[in-house]
């Protein structure tokens, strides 16, 4: 079966730290995304990746292949990346499979 | 490059009317997808199109809704008479179906009352 798992649900931390979300899928895919949504807004795509590492300014997101394992990182957080933020794959085909997102809270 | 467009962004339906979702893929995109966001809940894959052809519609509940995506104009998701369970976020997606990179939308709210 398809599936992608985040963790951990819900997120808050203090301004300026290093965070951390992580996503597992069950079997092999073809590509992983990452992607945020703020609340009542649109969604944007942040990263896909395949293999390896991406970075775009304080955003990190790393794929072990081998782990079936991804993770999304920030650097020096800040209050405006507080979003939720959703793993998705494809699973060979066209239509993305979603984790259930990861709600992140940036305090000043 | 306007990207994907969505409209209308808020819609309010009545038990029993016609929800019709309009979305116009990104420039050079012959590829759309809709999917559903339920409150409180995960985004579901309902329906996949390119021009004029159904792709995949695997997610999408076999009554009441519909998809098309014509060779003119925008991909168009139709729910006839809605139901309160209907009401979700419905966005939509596009690529150029070469690479899995895809361009969303800002999403239909969709209210049902």
């Known amino acids: 079966k398809n599936e992608v798992e985040q963790s951990p649900q819900n997120l808050t931390a203090q301004e300026g730290e290093f965070i951390t979300i992580n996503c597992s899928y069950s079997v092999g895919i073809s590509a992983l995304h990452w992607l945020q949504q703020h609340p009542g807004g649109g969604i944007v795509s942040l990263f896909m990746l395949s293999s390896g590492k991406k970075k775009h300014g304080r955003l990190i997101a790393t794929i072990n292949i081998q782990e079936k394992h991804s993770s999304l990182h920030i650097t020096a957080s800040h209050p405006r990346d507080s979003a939720v933020y959703i793993c998705?794959?494809?699973?060979?085909?066209?239509?993305?499979?979603f984790g259930t997102g990861t709600r992140l809270t940036i305090i000043p | 490059n306007a990207g994907v467009m969505q409209n209308p962004r808020h819609l309010v339906r009545r038990r029993g009317q016609e929800a019709r979702l309009r979305c116009s893929p990104m420039k050079g995109h012959s590829h759309v997808y809709w999917y559903r966001q339920l409150p409180e809940e995960g985004l579901k894959f309902m329906v996949y199109?390119?021009?004029?052809?159904?792709?995949?519609e695997s997610g999408m509940p076999k009554e009441r809704f519909s998809a098309e995506f014509p060779k003119e104009g925008p991909s168009i998701l139709r729910i006839q008479q809605v139901v309160r369970g209907d009401s979700a976020a419905y966005f939509c997606?596009?690529?150029?179906?070469?690479?899995?990179?895809?361009?969303f939308g800002s999403g239909t709210r969709l209210t049902v009352v």
């Open positions: 997606a596009s690529s150029d179906g070469v690479n899995y990179g895809y361009t």
């Open positions: 199109l390119q021009k004029e052809n159904i792709i995949d």
């Open positions: 998705a794959s494809n699973f060979g085909n066209e239509k993305l499979t």
